[in-house]
């Protein structure tokens, strides 16, 4: 089967780059959770000694729950951010962007999805070191909120007929590039929707103030149109 890719959109390389690092999240939560270990060390010692460790344990309940305000707080005051296309997020000197969306109208997915194809370009900012990126990520956020990850069975036959796409995760010397195509399946009524770029291990960054992989955060997206 041969595949006809409908292209939507499409721009040319931009070199605008916006740092997605949250260097203030990840000083709070270094102080937050050294705070946590020292009072628990601290609360461990004192009842193996046979002391009252009433007031250390209210010390750190009051910790616990003042960083889970911050942060929700701050999450709940965050904006969502559209980026154009071609604009370079960075994770320290891992830069990536959407470069373009197509639909596929010609590959086999299930009933009431349709296939999209989003392209990414990738690269090492680096003047020297080379990089491999934590957990990189890509989803596409619908209208209703729900989001889509790329579909193996999509990915499987799209490659097939385009031939094998590079992985995201795929380690980069200094100054090099490279791009790559994903696919999603998407419900056919899809009209609008963004695409998300996220870096980093979840089961830290959710804990991150001010990150957009925090609870409730909103994220810095880039919005495509599918027909």
Request: charged letters at 15%; hydrophobic letters at 50%; proline letters at 5%.
């Amino acid at each position: 089967m041969h595949i006809q890719a409908v292209q939507i959109q499409t721009v040319q390389p931009l070199v605008i780059q916006i740092q997605a690092v949250n260097d203030l999240g990840n000083l709070v939560f270094a102080l937050f959770l050294l705070t946590i270990v020292i009072l628990a060390l601290i609360l461990a010692y004192r009842k193996l000694r046979g002391r009252r460790i009433r007031g250390l344990a209210i010390a750190i309940f009051v910790c616990l729950l003042g960083y889970a305000a911050i942060l929700v707080g701050t999450s709940l005051n965050s904006e969502t951010r559209n980026l154009a296309l071609g604009t370079e997020k960075c994770f320290d000197d891992w830069c990536a962007t959407v470069t373009g969306a197509q639909s596929l109208p010609k590959l086999a997915v299930p009933a009431g999805t349709k296939a999209v194809a989003v392209t990414l370009r990738i690269s090492n900012r680096a003047r020297q070191a080379a990089f491999r990126p934590s957990q990189p990520r890509v989803l596409i956020a619908l209208a209703t909120g729900d989001t889509a990850a790329p579909s193996p069975s999509a990915q499987h036959e799209f490659e097939m007929q385009a031939g094998p796409q590079q992985d995201l995760a795929k380690r980069l010397i200094a100054g090099d590039s490279f791009q790559t195509t994903l696919v999603f399946e998407v419900p056919t009524a899809t009209r609008e929707a963004s695409v998300v770029l996220l870096e980093g291990p979840v089961v830290i960054t959710c804990f991150l103030v001010g990150d957009e992989s925090s609870l409730l955060h909103k994220k810095m997206v880039y919005p495509i149109s599918i027909d």
